[in-house]
């Protein structure tokens, strides 16, 4: 069936880094724009970055520009997210999340989520 | 960025009741809006995309509509399992961004 799983979060101290997994399966990954939103602890939801089917584009949220990078590897169906210089702001739940179509910008299907906690 | 202000921020509805969401951009959006159901502990739900289409699946007692700068989201009758956050969601700009939510409950 089609599903992402992600893997790669944890605790990690302020100024840290982590990486981000999301194995896709089920569907044509290389077809489809892929995007990494994330949810802090009670908060609501936070679009934090994309990346085109091919890779040749990528958007960031203001927030994360500079410090997080999202990349894929179609030929292991998998997209990542590589976050540098962490701050306790960025605990949060990270889920990937598959483009509904590359005209429609929803997200029709997530991952389980992965949490990262940036803590000292 | 494009600022997406939905109301109410929760409300409390009795079974079978009509209830009735907003969601307001800062600047027009076409028709550029999703809606999302997320459960506790759960990853969201695309209900509906592009203001009013409903998503393969979802019950029809969800529908959406609107373009522009006013979007209403709607469940003509609330049952038990809809209790969730809801979050409308715009693609206008691609700098993405969410409403802050509407968490439903039942009276």
């Known amino acids: 069936q089609v599903q992402l799983v992600e893997s790669g979060g944890g605790v990690v101290q302020p100024g840290g880094s982590l990486r981000l997994s999301c194995a896709a399966s089920?569907?044509?990954?290389?077809?489809?724009?892929m995007h990494w939103v994330r949810q802090a602890p009670g908060k609501g939801l936070e679009w934090v970055a994309f990346?085109?089917?091919?890779?040749?584009?990528?958007y960031y949220a203001d927030s994360v520009k500079g410090r997080f990078t999202i990349s894929r590897d179609n030929s292991k169906n998998t997209l990542y997210l590589q976050m540098n210089s962490l701050r306790a702001e960025d605990t949060a739940v990270y889920y990937c999340?598959?483009?509904?179509?590359?005209?429609?910008?929803?997200?029709?299907?997530w991952g389980q989520g992965t949490m990262v906690t940036v803590s000292s | 960025d494009i600022q997406m202000t939905q109301s109410p921020s929760s409300l409390s509805a009795s079974v079978g009741d009509r209830v009735t969401i907003t969601c307001q951009a800062s600047?027009?959006?076409?028709?550029?809006l999703n809606w999302y159901q997320q459960k506790p502990g759960k990853a969201p739900k695309l209900l509906i995309y592009d203001a009013s289409n409903l998503e393969t699946g979802v019950p029809s007692r969800f529908s959406g509509s609107g373009s522009g700068t006013d979007f209403t989201f709607t469940i003509s009758s609330l049952q038990p399992e809809d209790i969730a956050t809801y979050y409308c969601q715009q693609y206008d700009n691609p700098a993405l961004t969410f409403g802050g939510g509407t968490k439903v409950e039942i009276k």
């Open positions: 990346i085109r089917y091919d890779g040749s584009n990528k």
């Open positions: 999340a598959k483009e509904l179509a590359v005209t429609v910008t929803a997200f029709d299907i």
């Open positions: 600047q027009d959006i076409s028709n550029y």
């Open positions: 089920g569907f044509t990954f290389s077809s489809y724009g």
